[in-house]
């Protein structure tokens, strides 16, 4: 037995030994496999790094250099990983100088499908000129995803460059709290009609608002024809808001509903529309575009002109009851004062504001003062006025009348620096905006 259970350990042993030896090859084999695998991950991960940072240098503006120090590295599930070295990654979409634009493209973000649930910050940073604004969309701890999210929202004209960061969580909660304090800042009751509010704060926050909505314009982001290059500089937004303001004030009319109608027409953009619309007359005007003739009838051309996309025909109307207008046109700037004779060719959109306020004026009086009405007609006629674009106007309008309140209401100064209390994460926001001195006050 003795012998048998020897001889019986040792074929035991032996057998071990064999296995030993040919599983040591195999498991080697595994790890050179595993190892080359990792390596060509990281090598394909890097290549796709390198060729969306190409694509960015030639397409994207760029922003400030990346603050990151090296990504960590983690093979997941047979995949490479690149990660933020703080586990939080965040892309930087945006900086400003002005408050309030900052705080649109924020809320703007915010609205967005394609980054639906994932945290917005807006983040002041102080400078010796001035505070700067930086618009930061909170990521998947994953480098290459959060490029993909970028550059996709890059590609749909969303944001004009960005760069990738990995701050601390100290910093994003420092972060979640001036979101915060913005967005209370931003949803405070306005205390002031806009036209009541000081000239040059209300001038600056409305062309902030005209050029948000003209960069935002989906053929802007896009750049398709024909709004390509039609952008304003921020001197012909601040003209053009000085224009609505005068015009709003001599045809005492509300500055939001001028507002909400530029909005809903075209987005402040100065360009034509509806090309192919076309009316019958009886007899064809000095100036008509003639395409047809029929029965002592003429086809003529009827497309939309300007910001205010009045048609042809609109503004020989707009044009018959200036003539006839009893008002001191005097009290407007040169550049507002149509002439006595209207030339097709030479309406610029210092004029087409002043025609579209007087339009807007000649509807409220019709209506006796029903601004819905009003709005309506502009856009349907007299007779059938758009209940629907009276609505879109109104939420236009409404937003705009909050935003630009606000920001001219704090007469240049920052959020940063108007007394808002913030109460701390769980508990129920409070916020206090202090009255400004009496002698400031203006009559509703």
């Known amino acids: 037995m003795g012998m048998t259970e020897g001889i019986d350990g040792s074929a035991a042993s032996n057998s071990v030994s064999r296995r030993s030896r040919v599983s040591a090859p195999r498991d080697k084999l595994k790890s050179r496999r595993y190892w080359v695998g990792a390596v060509l991950a990281l090598l394909v991960a890097v290549l796709m790094t390198i060729v969306i940072m190409g694509w960015g240098r030639y397409h994207v503006r760029p922003l400030r250099a990346s603050k990151n ?3 960590t590295l983690r093979y997941v599930d047979g ?5 933020g070295p703080t586990g939080i990654l965040v892309g930087k979409v945006g900086t400003y100088s002005d408050e309030l634009t900052a705080y649109l493209r924020f809320d703007y973000l915010k609205g967005l499908q394609s980054i639906s649930g994932k945290n917005v910050f807006i983040v002041t940073e102080e400078r010796v000129a001035g505070p700067q604004y930086d618009i930061c969309i909170e990521l998947p701890n994953d480098i290459m995803a959060a490029y993909q999210t970028l550059t996709e929202l890059m590609i749909a004209g969303h944001i004009r460059g960005f760069e990738v960061e990995s701050p601390t969580a100290s910093q994003i909660q420092h972060w979640e709290t001036e979101t915060t304090l913005f967005n209370i800042a931003y949803q405070q009751p306005v205390r002031h009609r806009l036209l009541h509010l000081p000239r040059r704060a209300l001038t600056s926050a409305v062309a902030s608002f005209i050029l948000f909505k003209i960069r935002t314009d989906r053929r802007v982001r896009q750049r398709l024809e024909p709004a390509v290059g039609k952008e304003l500089s921020i001197d012909d937004a601040k003209t053009f808001a000085g224009d609505m303001i005068a015009v709003a004030e001599f045809y005492e009319i509300p500055l939001d509903m001028l507002l909400g109608i530029g909005a809903m027409e075209n987005n402040y953009l100065d360009i034509r529309g509806d090309l192919k619309h076309a009316v019958w007359k009886k007899h064809a005007q000095r100036g008509d575009i003639i395409l047809r003739r029929r029965r002592g009838r003429v086809l003529v ?3 939309s002109i300007g910001p205010w996309q009045i048609t042809r025909e609109t503004l020989r109307y707009a044009h018959s009851l200036y003539l006839i207008d009893k008002r001191d046109y005097g009290q407007l700037p040169a550049r507002l004062v149509p002439p006595k004779k209207l030339d ?3 309406v610029d959109s210092h004029i087409l504001t002043t025609y579209a306020g007087l339009l807007l004026r000649n509807l ?3 209506f006796h003062g029903d601004v819905q009405k009003a709005q309506g007609a502009y856009n349907g006629g007299r007779q059938k006025p758009n209940s629907e674009y009276a609505s879109g106007v109104d ?9 630009v309140g606000l920001a001219a209401g704090r007469k240049g100064n920052a959020v940063s620096e108007t007394s808002l209390v913030v109460a701390n994460k769980g508990d129920p926001l409070q916020s206090e905006i202090a009255e400004p001195p009496v002698s400031e006050k203006k009559p509703e």
């Open 79 to 83: 995949e490479v990983v690149l990660e």
């Open 301 to 303: 051309s009827n497309y």
């Open 344 to 346: 097709f060719e030479h």
């Open 395 to 403: 939420t236009v309008a409404s937003y705009a009348r909050r935003v």
């Open 69 to 71: 120090v090296l990504p």
């Open 364 to 366: 409220l009086d019709y």
